[in-house]
Structure formats: C-alpha cells, structure tokens
C-alpha cells in the first residue's frame, strides 16, 4: 500500500469529520419541534465524537509523516460525505440528514478498514475504534427518528 494514497484518504476522512462536527454543533444550536431535548443531547454528544476521531486522523497522519488538512477551504474539496446545511431546523429533517451523514461515513471507514487491514494494522485499529462509533450513531439517530414517528402517529 502506497503510504501517500493511505495519507490522501486520511485527510478526507478528516475533512469529512470537521462538517460533521459543525453539521452536529450547529444542528444543535438551531433544531426546532417535538423530542428536542433528547435531541439537542445526542447531536451534543455526537459533535464531540466526531471530534475526537478527527484527532485520532489527525495524529495518525502525522504520525505517517502527513500533513493534516490545513484549511477549511480544503474541506469542502476533499470531503467524501459533504456537509448538509441544517436550513430547516424541524427534528426529523435534522435527523435525516445526520443519518444520511453516518451511512457515508460507514462506507468510507469500511474502505479504509479493508485497505489497512493487512498492510497497516495501527491503522486499523484507528479506524475500527471510530467505524464502530458511526454505527452507534447512526443507530442511536434511527431509534430517535422512530421514537419521534411513532409519538407523531398516536397523536392523530
Ligand atoms: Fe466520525
Ligand atoms: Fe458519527
């Protein structure tokens, strides 16, 4: 495995974990409707999350002798997953679009975990530890979605 190609795939992964980490932070800031609060606390807990593997990517690009992401501007370029602006605050947009964040993240590590699995298993490690937090999150986003769901159809 070329370590170059391996570090160029690092640096989108943490593009993609910085719009995460904003696109949580400030759903949270901005989510209106039903169930907020359970809301609110867990795009909280997920803005630090994605934080965390940044740093995980972050020093693991360095430790390859990479250069992390220097720029916001860089983001935007080489992110995989993008970045949904929460224009509309209402709970279930929110969270559709959180969850529609995760499912690319889970495609992008699974990659990463298949590439480094023989040939960089520090790596892998890495990637594994932050691949099994997307899974929780996407989960914990989809029960919260089905919770709110079923509350809105014994309403009516
Ligand atoms: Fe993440
Ligand atoms: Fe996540």
Request: net charge negative; glycine share 4%; hydrophobic share 40%.
């Amino acid at each position: 495995m070329d370590v170059d190609e391996l570090i160029a795939m690092l640096n989108k992964a943490l593009a993609d974990e910085w719009l995460a980490y904003y696109q949580y932070w400030t759903g949270a800031k901005v989510v209106k409707g039903p169930m907020k609060d359970a809301v609110i606390a867990e795009l909280d807990l997920h803005a630090t999350e994605e934080l965390s593997h940044a740093e995980l990517l972050a020093t693991r690009i360095v430790q390859l002798g990479g250069t992390p992401v220097l720029t916001p501007e860089e983001w935007f370029k080489i992110t995989n997953c993008g970045y949904d602006v929460p224009a509309d605050p209402y709970v279930e947009t929110i969270l559709e679009q959180n969850i529609k964040g995760e499912q690319c993240a889970i495609k992008v590590y699974s990659g990463l975990l298949d590439i480094t699995r023989e040939a960089d298993p520090v790596t892998y490690n890495i990637i594994l530890t932050i691949l099994s937090q997307e899974v929780e999150h996407e989960e914990d986003l989809s029960s919260l979605k089905e919770d709110l769901e079923l509350m809105l159809e014994r309403r009516r």
